[in-house]
């Protein structure tokens, strides 16, 4: 319990103004007099560096994919469009019938939207086609494996 000793200590040496002690003449006459001087390397002073280039950080930038969300197929918003279409329906009726904004009906006919199951689902009943699996564009109640 040495280490974690709290006694209180006082050093006491002679101050200078700040610009006197840190010029080298005044460093060199305080070690001549044989006072103490103490000098410490600050990291990265002066230079104003945030971020330092590690081995991991040329990892990443060597790293060429490209991470991106799976937007809705293209095809898929030509079906919607055409079920929307062939319903006389606009995207403000189809959104206002499936309780989504227009702008949501948009993204999924230009291919822009991120698929969502549940939107996907109520599109699907609206317009009476499907949209999900290996048979898109196909009515609903027609099943590949009935017939």
């Known amino acids: 319990m040495a280490e974690s ?10 101050k200078g103004s700040a610009a006197q002690s ?3 003449q005044a460093i060199i006459t305080a070690q001549r007099k044989g006072e103490a001087v103490e000098t ?3 990291w990265a002073a002066g230079q104003n560096k945030q971020h330092v ?19 809705v197929p293209l095809e898929v918003g030509k ?9 006389g329906l606009t995207q403000k ?22 698929p969502n ?19 898109i564009g196909l009515p609903l109640d027609s099943d590949p494996k009935k017939k």
């Open 5 to 14: 000793d709290w006694d209180t200590v006082t050093v006491l040496r002679k």
């Open 22 to 24: 840190k010029s080298k």
């Open 40 to 42: 410490s390397k600050k």
């Open 53 to 71: 280039v590690t081995k991991n950080t040329a990892k990443l930038d060597r790293e060429t994919e490209e991470l991106s969300h799976q937007r």
């Open 79 to 87: 079906v919607i469009q055409q079920g929307r279409q062939n319903k």
């Open 93 to 114: 009726d189809l959104a206002t019938k499936i309780n989504e904004k227009p702008q949501i009906i948009a993204e999924y006919e230009s291919g822009k939207a991120i």
């Open 117 to 135: 199951n549940q939107v996907m689902g109520k599109i699907e009943r609206a317009i009476g086609l499907k949209l999900r699996g290996k048979d």
